[in-house]
């Protein structure tokens, strides 16, 4: 057995089947380990940063990581922007990088690079066996460094994966969830009368977090809100209703003005996303204070605070397919009454997909995924790794016409391995979020966003017009154009009601 046959099987014994790959000529091995293992299935992706994305979106959605399997120092840099967005989410992520084989890196060839170094700035693991065996090993502590809530980097040298005399090593043991949070000071706070505010993220936006945390609020009076983009939240009829943390801070500030208490459950202290000249960015409050209790901790300050009090799931509601011209608003209505039930839904709609959230909060249950970590590019690749993930439910993908071109490839995947995704790309011509913030951080006076101005053509996406129709096709999936409301939730509907991948682009004026 080489040492890429052991890796592989290793990996497989401790449930990690399904490859994410863009290989090149020093992974080729591992490549072949793959057709003898029955057990693991390759998914190839034409750029590396569609196979990270695919992995975090598969381990959003699976009891089990993916692996991503990338080409050396540079694979592993086209790679980058999505695995940090895995990073944020605490996505579990086994991310196998090849290498030059160790008496080749000392010519330094022209791929040399240091792999461990770039993998460090977005992994909570790094190895890097040096001899075949230590190939299962490393493997093995891959898996378990990825299932504490990660990116763990395996980095195998193409002769440790050639080399005979790899062995399998067992799995190790699942990390133990921790909860040693002490409650008293949250209970305290809580029940001392002044404003509270629970936010929660992380393991917390699941039913159970949800329920508990609806439940502290409905005995003590705290208020909830959940994370600005959280990796997995559960959401629609018959789970309690959360409302998320603004992405803008002068909005997050308003949602916090007058807390006296934060109590943190599985989320981050909330600052902004930037900093503007003359706002500060801590969004905590004057003399708020903020307890960390933990998202493990949750269901049990529930049970210390609310023992007797049932959570209060909200009702079935959808809005009407509106009569009215098609704009980003009249979309989200189109969805949230058409959305189907145990939809998950891939969002990267950005400043498209803000009336979203009202739209489909009481439609029939289902899972939003989020940009957890703000690197666009997500929202394609993570739909595909949900797809592969969970292939008897179907994959909703809301998409920004700038975001969906740094990934676009991912539709070939979604064509060649024939997901059930149905794509829609609100296209309004510009990168509009640079719009919005560029009167925030002050630059228009120095920079008028007039015809034939620098910002005007750094922000402007219609020349040339972008045609997501032709390109989607091109790769194999069948796509239309809608321009009304009305052949918008035609089109919708019947991408929906047939298998397999469809895109639909929908022209929506930009906003603001």
């Not at 299932?147 to 050639?162: F, Q």
């Not at 916090?256 to 208490?261: E, N, T």
Request: net charge negative; aromatic share 4%.
């Amino acid at each position: 057995m080489n040492g890429a046959q052991a890796m592989v099987r290793t990996l497989a014994d401790a449930g990690v089947t399904v490859w994410f790959a863009n290989p090149g000529t020093s992974e080729l091995h591992l490549v072949a380990a793959l057709d003898e293992e029955p057990r693991a299935r390759g998914v190839l992706c034409l750029f590396e940063g569609v196979a990270t994305g695919a992995a975090d979106g598969y381990g959003r959605m699976a009891p089990d990581p993916a692996a991503v399997l990338l080409h050396l120092g540079p694979g592993l840099g086209n790679g980058l922007a999505n695995l940090h967005n895995a990073r944020r989410g605490g996505t579990p992520v086994v991310n196998v990088v090849g290498d030059h084989a160790t008496g080749h890196r000392r010519f330094d060839a022209p791929l040399q690079s240091d792999i461990a170094a770039m993998a460090g700035t977005v992994s909570v693991w790094t190895g890097a066996p040096e001899r075949v065996a230590e190939a299962g090993g490393a493997a093995a502590e891959a898996v378990a460094a990825a299932r504490a809530g990660g990116v763990a980097t395996l980095i195998v040298p193409a002769d440790v994966a050639w080399d005979e005399g790899g062995s399998v090593a067992a799995p190790a043991p699942a990390p133990a969830v921790r909860d040693d949070a002490d409650l008293e000071p949250v209970i305290a706070a809580l029940n001392g009368g002044e404003p509270c505010l629970l936010l929660i993220g992380g393991g917390a936006t699941r039913r159970e977090g949800l329920e508990a945390a609806d439940r502290i609020a409905a005995a003590t009076g705290a208020r909830v809100l959940c994370e600005t983009f959280p990796a997995r939240l559960e959401r629609g009829a018959g789970l309690p209703a959360v409302g998320r943390l603004a992405y803008l801070g002068d909005f997050a500030a308003m949602q916090l003005d007058g807390v006296r208490h934060i109590i943190l459950a599985g989320a981050r202290r909330p600052v902004t996303f930037f900093a503007y000249p003359g706002r500060e960015g801590d969004l905590v409050p004057d003399g708020c204070a903020v307890h960390d209790l933990g998202a493990a901790a949750l269901a049990r300050l529930a049970d210390a605070v609310a023992a007797d009090v049932k959570p209060t799931p909200q009702p079935l509601r959808r809005p009407d397919v509106p009569d009215a011209p098609l704009t980003a608003e009249t979309a989200a209505a189109v969805i949230g009454a058409l959305l189907p039930e145990d939809a998950i839904v891939s969002d990267e709609s950005n400043t498209s997909g803000l009336w979203l959230a009202d739209a489909t909060a009481g439609a029939p249950r289902h899972d939003w995924l989020t940009l957890t970590g703000g690197a666009i590019g997500q929202g394609l690749p993570v739909a595909t790794g949900a797809a592969v993930a969970c292939p008897d439910r179907p994959v909703i993908c809301l998409e920004s016409d700038g975001s969906a071109m740094y990934t676009i490839s991912a539709l070939w995947t979604h064509a060649r391995e024939n997901l059930n995704i149905t794509t829609v790309v609100f296209s309004n011509g510009a990168y509009a979020i640079l719009s919005m913030e560029m009167a925030r951080v002050g630059a228009t006076e120095a920079a008028p966003t007039t015809e034939g101005t620098a910002v005007k053509d750094m922000v402007d996406l219609s020349r040339p017009g972008l045609d997501f129709v032709a390109m989607a096709t091109g790769m194999g999936v069948p796509a239309t154009r809608a321009r009304t409301v009305e052949e918008f939730a035609d089109r919708f509907a019947r991408a929906l009601a047939e298998p397999g991948p469809h895109l639909i682009e929908i022209a929506v004026p930009p906003i603001g």
